[in-house]
């Protein structure tokens, strides 16, 4: 059982930047692809972005393709989601998701989620 604990969200102004974190634990992370997630209020979960179990490969929604990046640290069982560029748009609660097969939709394991605001 995979435990994701997610750290980094606040409030920042449109135009800000903010570094999401996720740690795992319970299994062995490089075993994992990893996934972010967001969920605005009053609308559905959406997909983020993806990456693969080494790093290698990624995906992005077109909404933040060119703003964010993800990436991991397989030492430090750690993923990434850095946010430039943000918009209020962008606010939502943000959560990793973790499963042995890269996908942009279904994930067996989920954080709980780190809340991002962004002012305009």
């Known amino acids: 059982q995979v435990q994701l604990v997610e750290s980094g969200g606040g409030l920042v102004q449109a135009g800000g930047s903010l570094r999401l974190s996720c740690v795992a634990s319970?299994?062995?992370?490089?075993?994992?692809?990893m996934g972010w997630f967001r969920q605005a209020p009053g609308k559905e979960r959406e997909f983020v972005a993806a990456?693969?179990?080494?790093?290698?490969?990624?995906n992005y929604a077109d909404s933040v393709k060119g703003r964010f990046t993800i990436s991991r640290t397989n030492a430090k069982n750690t993923v990434y989601l850095q946010m430039n560029s943000l918009k209020p748009e962008d606010t939502a609660v943000y959560s990793c998701?973790?499963?042995?097969?890269?996908?942009?939709?279904?994930?067996?394991?989920w954080g709980r989620g780190t809340q991002v605001t962004v002012s305009s």
């Open positions: 998701a973790a499963d042995v097969v890269f996908s942009t939709i279904k994930y067996d394991y």
């Open positions: 319970g299994g062995t992370f490089s075993d994992y692809a």
């Open positions: 990456i693969s179990r080494r790093g290698t490969i990624t």
